[in-house]
C-alpha cells in the first residue's frame, strides 16, 4: 500500500506541512513499524511528495496508523485527508514503479528521484523497518527504472527545476549575462542551480549556507565566492537573482526584511526563486514592490509549458512501467504463499514419516533395500501433493481467493505456527 500526497494533489502550502525532516524520518519508521496493520514500511520525502510505502497485513489498520501519526505529529485535519492518496496492491506497486522512473515527477524523466528513492530504502534497512517484501519491491523498481531509461528517450529532454528557476528569472530580466547571484544552500540543487546560470551567462556567483565550511567547498568548485550565513541579507541587497534551496527548518527571509533590502536597492528587480521544502522565503515577501518571488508551484507551471516533447517517451515508459508491474505481481502474490508451501512440504514429510514408522513396527522388519524403496515411495507422493497444492496456490490470478485458499490449506494441515516461523524467509 502506499499512502501520501505530492505536487498533483497538494499546493506547495500543504506538502511543506507535511514534508518530513530526515531525522523525523527515522522516528516515523520506527514508529509505524510496529503499528497496528503494518508489517514494513519505508517513508519518502522530496521537495514534491510524501509517501508512506507499506506492506500491511490489514490495509484499514495500516491506513490508520499513518492518519494516527500525521494526525499526532503535523497536526493532520480530516478535511486535510483528502489531498492524500491510498493506493493498494497492483496500483501501489505500479505508482512505486512511476515514481522511480519519473513518470509521476514535477520534470519528467528527471534523474534525482533515484538517488531519493535508494536513501529512503537505505535508511529504512539501517532501522529495520523494510523486509523480503518492500525490499524485493524497491529492488525491482530501481532495475524497472534503469530499463525506461535505457530504452526510451525519457530522460533526453529533461527540464530540471533548477534550469525552470533559471528561465522564470530570464523572463523577469530579460538576459542572464552579466547578472550577479547569490545561491543559498549548499545541496545538490544549489549546485546545479549555480552552474546552470554560469553556463547562462551570469558574471558571478555567491555561495551562502549555514555551514560556512561547506560554502566554501562549494564555491572553489563552481569559481565562485563564499560568505557567511549571517551576512545574507547584504548580499541580497547587491545581487539580481537568489536561488534558495536550504534546509532550514524556519524561512530566512520574511516581509520585513525584504522591504528593507529593496530600500536599499532602489528601483532595481530582485528575482528570488525558492526551491526548499519547507519554503525558505515567507510568502508575504511576493508583495514587497520590485521583488518577484517564485516558489515550487510556480516552477511546475514553467515546466508543464516546456513537456511536449517528453511526452511521447512518457508513453513508451508507461508501457513498460506497466508490462513490469503486471509481471511482478504475479511474482508477489506467488512468493506470499512459499513460507506456507514450504510449511506444507514439512508437514506432510512429517506425516509419512510416522506413518512408515508405525507401518514398519506394525509388519517389519524389513531389509535395508525394502527400508529405502519404502521412503523413495512415501516421498514422492508427498512431493506429488505438495507440489499440486503449490501449483495451485501461485497460480490463483485473484489476491482475494489466494489468500482464502492459502488459510484453508494452513488450518487442513495445521500450518499457522510453521507459516509464522518461515515469515523471515528471503525472496
Known sequence: MVIGLNHRTAPVAVRERFWISESRRLEALQELVQAEGVEEVIVLA????????????DP????????????????????????????????????????????????????????????AWQQAQKVGSTGRFLDAVLQKALTVSKRVRNETAIGNSAVSVPRAAVELARQVLGT???KRVLVLGAGKMSELSARYLVSQGARSVCLINRTYEHAVELAKNLGGSAAPFEERWQHMAEVDIVISSTSCPHTVLNCDEAVAIMTKRGKR???????ALPRDIDPS???????????????????????????????????????????????????YVVPTIVALRSRLDEICRQELESFKQECGPFSKDEDAL??????????????????????????????????????????????????????
Open 269 to 275: 528587480p530582485l528575482v528570488v526563486v525558492d526551491v
Open 285 to 335: 515577501v511576493r508583495e514587497v514592490e520590485g521583488i518577484f518571488l517564485y516558489d515550487l508551484d510556480d516552477l511546475e507551471k514553467v515546466v508543464q509549458h516546456n513537456a511536449g516533447e517528453r511526452e511521447a517517451a512518457a508513453l513508451e515508459a508507461q508501457k513498460i512501467v506497466e508490462e513490469e508491474a503486471r509481471g511482478f505481481r504475479r511474482k508477489l502474490l506467488a512468493e
Open 60 to 119: 484499514g489498520l495500516a491506513a490508520n496508523s499513518v492518519l494516527r501519526l500525521l494526525s499526532s505529529q503535523y497536526g493532520l485535519k480530516l478535511c486535510e485527508w483528502k489531498h492524500f492518496y491510498r493506493l493498494l496492491d497492483e496500483k501501489a506497486l505500479l505508482h512505486i514503479f512511476q515514481v522511480t522512473s519519473s513518470l509521476d515527477s514535477m520534470v519528467l524523466g528527471e534523474p534525482q528521484i533515484v538517488s531519493q528513492v535508494k536513501g
Open 374 to 427: 519404502l521412503g523413495d515411495v512415501a516421498g514422492r507422493i508427498t512431493r506429488r501433493i505438495a507440489g499440486s497444492l503449490a501449483r495451485e496456490l501461485k497460480e490463483v490470478p485473484e489476491k482475494t481467493e489466494q489468500e482464502q485458499m492459502t488459510v484453508a490449506v494452513q488450518r487442513l494441515f495445521h500450518l499457522e505456527k510453521a507459516e509464522k516461523a518461515l515469515a523471515g524467509t528471503s525472496i
Open 46 to 57: 522530496t521537495c514534491n511528495r510524501t509517501e508512506f510505502l507499506l506492506w500491511a497485513s
Open 176 to 178: 542572464l549575462e552579466n
